[in-house]
């Protein structure tokens, strides 16, 4: 692992690009960290697994035809 600061990196970028391809590196800018490195590596080791959240979410389909009776109660109570 390797932290540089922004201006670092773009002044030796093919430097830290390099780097990159063996160790994550650090790219600081004010208070946030980037991480730079590997697509194909980073896409495995992030991606999201199902959970809760995703079980309980609904379809666009669904989102639409609850959305359509809520706006027609609305209309019929007035």
Known sequence: MTVVSSKEFV????????LALN?????????IMFIVTRANENKK????????HLR?????DELLE??????HKLFENK
């Open 66 to 71: 609850r959305t359509y009776e809520d706006i």
């Open 56 to 60: 309980r979410a609904i379809t666009f």
């Open 45 to 52: 080791k992030n991606r999201l697994k199902p959970d809760d």
């Open 23 to 31: 160790e994550q590196v650090y790219v600081q800018r004010n208070n």
């Open 11 to 18: 002044i030796n970028e093919d430097k830290y690009f390099d």
